[in-house]
Structures are given as C-alpha cells and as structure tokens.
C-alpha cells in the first residue's frame, strides 16, 4: 500500500491498516530452511513464494542467527546489501542488510517482524536493483521513489525490541527488503515508463520460469496499456 504524498492523514490511515494486517498474520514456532543456503536458494521471480503471504517469527535465538548468518552468506556472495527471508523460500517475516555490501565492512542488521513506524514527507528516486530480478544475463533495474527516512520498530535476533531511525540508502534497502515481507517487489513499484522498459525482462523471466515449472500459479505483470 502506498499513500498519497502531502497527505498525512492517508499516509496515517495507511500505516493503521497495514499495522492491523501484520497482527492478524500467524507465528511461526519453528525455524525450517534449506541448509546450507546458496546461491540457487536465491527464489527468482516469478516464483509463488515471493508473493505468498509471511508469518510473524516467534523462535529467537541460536537457530534465527543461523538462519540470518546463511542469508548474510548467500547476500554477500551475490553482491546484495540486503536479503529478505522469502526470498529464500523461507515465508517469515526477517530481512538481514548492509549496505556496505561487504563482510567486515558496515553494519550487519537482522530485524524479525520489522514495522515502519513513520516515514519522511521528503522522497527521493535512485536505481534500485533485486537478487530475485535477475537470471543470469538478463537483470532487472529501475528508479523507484521511495521517504527519505523512516522510524522503524522490530526484533532483533534475540527477539528484543528495537527501535532505529534510518536515513538515505540504509532507509531505501529497508524498505525493499521490506516490501518483500509484503509479497512487493520492486517492479511494483515502477512508474509506467520503468516498467515499459524492463517489459521484455520481466516477460523474458515469467517465461522461463513457467517452462522449467509448467502450469504453475504465478502473478504475471499487467499487459501493457494500448
Ligand atoms: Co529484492
């Protein structure tokens, strides 16, 4: 959901509801995953479990800092400064950054059941790219707009709450990795002429997905508009 801009009481409204859909959403009390994690583990799109719906974590501790440390892994070896739990088929609500992109470098984050407490008026555009958006050659790129920055609240993997106000890139990769939480991928996102060129892309990966799993369910992008 995306509230108008210069609206605060929309954005407000926005933010209730999407609260409201977080709390109804089950707790997972067990943490299953395809150990080790690599570099196939990646889902691309257009793969159902990057639009399925994903449960609140409910189990802290050693078996969720294994999880992330495999996320950070397969992160890193990918280049991507920031991972969302589904995306390694894994439908719970936890997403692991840095945007220094780097091992060692920046600052490592793992946020379980993250929420958006409030975010800026102020937006910018920047290029954003996504691990699921790629597919060897053929790589998906465009500007989305998103607040300049947010206050967020979430658990860390201790399952403490924290609280943290993000700014500039690292507020930009919070809010992808957690749109993925919602089932929202960046493309979502596009203006029309974004989308436009990056229509054969994205048709390019639909198809070769569907061939390698035919008949199966996914959510395909919207036919051009005549
Ligand atoms: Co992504």
């Known amino acids: 959901m995306q509230a108008r ?29 395809d150990s080790p994690l690599t570099l196939e583990s990646i889902l691309k799109y257009p793969h159902p479990k990057l639009r399925a719906p994903n449960a609140r974590i409910g189990v802290f501790g050693e078996p969720l800092q294994r999880l992330a440390n495999e996320m950070f892994d397969v992160m890193y070896r990918d280049d991507g400064v920031g991972l969302a739990a589904p995306q390694v088929g894994v439908n719970l609500r936890l997403m692991v950054f840095n945007a220094a992109g780097e091992r060692g470098k920046g600052e490592e984050m793992v946020l379980a059941n993250p929420r958006i407490v409030s975010s800026s008026k102020r937006s910018d555009t920047l290029e954003e790219g996504c691990l699921s958006l790629r597919l060897g050659e053929t790589v998906i790129n465009g500007d989305v707009t998103r607040p300049v920055q947010i206050k967020i609240a979430a658990q860390d993997v201790t399952g403490a709450r924290v609280r943290l106000t993000l700014e500039g890139f690292e507020a930009r990769v919070f809010q992808h990795e957690f749109d993925h939480l919602d ?16 229509r054969a892309k994205l048709l390019e990966m639909e198809e070769a997905y569907l061939a390698a799993h035919p008949g199966s369910d996914v959510r395909r992008i919207a036919p051009a508009a005549a």
């Open 5 to 33: 801009r210069g609206s605060a009481a929309l954005r407000e409204l926005a933010e209730v509801s999407r609260e409201a859909k977080i709390e109804s959403l089950p707790v997972a009390t067990e943490l299953e995953w």
């Open 183 to 198: 089932g929202v991928l960046f493309h979502d996102r596009f203006a029309p002429p974004t989308l436009e060129a990056n």
